[in-house]
């Protein structure tokens, strides 16, 4: 599934659901790749786009 809760993120990645808004809110995760708004209004996280997100990071 390429689409997640917050709170299944949380279990899959180990990131705590106030790091996962807290990324959100200071604009380190973009809306539209690698989070968005489902039409009911829940925040869905991208797992794909994070991964890339992640391996971006140099060593």
Known sequence: MKWVTIRRFSEL???SAEA???KI???VWKY???F???PDGRVLIN???I???VE???V
């Open 56 to 58: 971006s990071i140099p």
């Open 36 to 38: 968005r708004k489902a």
């Open 25 to 27: 809110k200071k604009g």
């Open 47 to 49: 797992i794909e786009e």
């Open 13 to 15: 990645s180990g990131y």
């Open 32 to 34: 539209k790749v690698h």
């Open 51 to 53: 991964e890339k997100w």
């Open 20 to 22: 996962v808004r807290s």
